[in-house]
């Protein structure tokens, strides 16, 4: 056989060999998919994917099931899928840690969240608000201000822990207002939360998903809320914009990326169905209880979304000298 013929009969036998796949990928899915989530079960994350997924399967016709594998700061949800077969049948809750905080936290991260995943879509966010303990010899944002800026050093503040999103808005807090606070760590939001109520430390940044409830119960004051606009949820607090605090949005997103190289069939279907998910009535009730804002999108908006992120927090955290390795 001369090298034309050869040649001919390879791209033969290569199109038959692609052909199922291709068929594969526009009937997909055939089977059920698994939803990594990389937190405990019954936490704000766990349960929007929960909702989430059930929207989807409607619109997919397979089951969804969530498989919790939360630790390493979400690194091992998160090597979990960037290691699975890229077939669209393994997908990932990634959220701020995942995509904006981690690659400049870890010297070693298993995975490169620019190069090691498709992104399918935004799923949403949730501002970030400044509350403090009712006792607190500060009436609102103005007074609290006054107060650090006379004490640096001296108001100490919570976090879930080194690198949250709560920690890094603190910090960024305080290079915006020039103000000094000392931070103290917990080992995760509950504690750190119940310890704001308490009085045993006096403020924290707290996510509006974990804290609506214990701000509309007077446990904790609410001082501003770092989005870009008053949330429904508490419309009668200002933004940090609004009190002068230039350059200061805080907020955690989340969306659902699969391993790198899905088809771009898959990718499609995949951020069809969540986008229709995201306008559900059922789910859009939800994430509003929750103080969280859906993003519906595409999967390239959703990357610069996270790329940007990454590129922001990351100025923070070398300038703070924040790791966690």
């Known amino acids: 056989m001369d090298r034309r013929h050869f040649l001919e009969a390879l791209a033969a036998v290569a199109l038959v060999a692609v052909a199922p796949l291709a068929r594969a990928q526009d009937r997909y899915p ?26 989807m399967r409607a619109e997919l016709g397979q089951q969804i099931i969530i498989d919790n594998r939360p630790g390493a700061a979400t690194n091992i949800g998160a090597e979990y899928v960037a290691r699975a077969k ?26 490169s969240p620019e190069n090691d995943f498709s992104y399918i879509g935004a799923i949403g966010r949730f501002p970030l608000v400044l509350v403090a303990n009712p006792a607190f010899p500060a009436a609102d944002f103005q007074a609290f201000l006054a107060r650090v800026q006379a004490e640096p050093g001296q108001v100490n503040y919570a976090s879930p822990g080194n690198g949250s999103s709560h920690h890094l808005a603190m910090e960024l807090f305080q290079s915006r207002t020039d103000t000094r606070l000392t931070h103290v760590p917990y080992r995760g939001a509950a504690q750190a939360m119940q310890d704001v109520m308490g009085g045993q430390v006096p403020v924290m940044f ?22 870009q606009a008053r949330s429904p949820l508490l419309p009668e607090v200002p933004t940090l914009a609004e009190l002068g605090v230039a350059d200061a949005e805080v907020f955690a997103f989340q969306g659902l990326l699969g391993p790198a190289g899905l088809p771009a069939p898959v990718v499609a279907r995949l951020n069809q169905a969540l986008n229709a998910a995201l306008s559900k009535p059922e789910v859009f009730k939800l994430f509003t209880e929750f103080g969280f804002e859906p993003l519906p999108g595409s999967p390239e908006a959703f990357k610069a979304l996270a790329r940007a992120e990454s590129a922001r927090w990351g100025e923070v955290i070398r300038a703070n000298k924040i790791a966690l390795d």
């Open 206 to 227: 707290l996510d509006l998903a974990s804290g609506a409830g214990i701000i509309k119960a007077g446990k904790v004051r609410p001082l501003a809320i770092g989005s």
């Open 86 to 111: 890229p077939d669209g049948y393994t997908v990932l809750s990634a959220g701020s840690g995942v995509l904006a905080f981690n690659e400049h936290l870890f010297r070693k991260l298993p995975f």
């Open 30 to 55: 055939l089977q059920l998919i698994k939803w990594v989530v990389p937190y405990s079960a019954g936490g704000g994350t766990d349960i929007l994917a929960r909702a989430l997924a059930d929207a």
